[in-house]
């Protein structure tokens, strides 16, 4: 059966630190992982991920990830209280119609 | 680009009744459409996904005669949740895969919460 897991479940730290949140997976048929991050309401985007290795980078938030050894890493630097939310990643299969595969998150809470 | 939405935001409804929500996709066309409940402080759980013209797909668990899907457009899929009970009240929220794109990635609604009394 597919699963994502995501660790730390939940986090709390101040600003101005620096966080990984890690994501591993097993998914059948793997296209891409990808990052989210949900405050009040739908997720909004923030990484795709689809070769191994490659970093993306928007801003202070940055995202890996390892094929081989199927995880993803989310990095966030100097958090600012903005940054509380829960990050959600997902697997995506090629399978049937390319579904997601949801993570358990990990709620992020940033400390002034 | 690629705004979905969803109506309605919120609903109230009384036990035993049933309610429909509405998945739009604003500026392109969805082939494919997908939903997801969310439980208080879990994560998004995929219940079904939902292909224009065809009948939708459901996952392991997911009662299809209680969760009513119709795709009966590229733009529009509707979610009929039939004789709602207080364990129905979650987070509804859908996807839509814009037709053609070659990510294949997925865009949100801003989510429904079903609240049944």
């Known amino acids: 059966e597919d699963k994502v897991v995501q660790s730390p479940l939940s986090l709390v730290v101040h600003e101005g630190d620096t966080v990984t949140l890690n994501c591993s997976y097993e998914?059948?048929?793997?296209?891409?992982l990808l990052w989210y991050k949900q405050e009040k309401k739908a997720p909004t985007f923030l990484f795709m991920l689809?070769?191994?290795?490659i970093e993306k980078k928007s801003g202070r938030l940055s995202s890996i990830l390892d094929k081989k050894e199927l995880f993803s890493i989310l990095n966030i630097t100097a958090t600012q209280t903005g940054d509380s939310a829960v990050y959600l990643c997902a697997g995506q299969t090629t399978s049937g119609t390319y579904k997601y595969i949801f993570g358990t998150g990990t709620r992020l809470k940033v400390l002034a | 680009g690629a705004v979905v939405s969803q109506h309605p935001s919120w609903v109230i409804c009384k036990s035993g009744t049933s309610v429909k929500i509405e998945c739009r996709s604003l500026d392109f066309q969805a082939t494919t459409m997908f939903w997801y409940r969310q439980f208080p402080k879990q994560s998004l759980m995929l219940m079904a996904t939902?292909?224009?013209?065809?009948?939708?797909?459901?996952e392991q668990g997911v009662e299809k005669d209680k969760f009513l899907i119709n795709h009966a457009s590229l733009t529009l899929s509707t979610l009929t949740v039939t004789s709602a009970h207080p364990e129905d009240s979650s987070f509804y929220i859908c996807?839509?895969?814009?037709?053609?794109?070659?990510?294949?990635?997925?865009?949100f609604g801003p989510g429904t919460r079903l609240t049944v009394t």
């Open positions: 998914v059948t048929n793997f296209r891409s």
């Open positions: 996807s839509a895969r814009p037709m053609g794109r070659d990510s294949y990635e997925q865009y």
């Open positions: 939902s292909n224009e013209g065809s009948k939708a797909t459901y």
């Open positions: 689809t070769s191994s290795g």
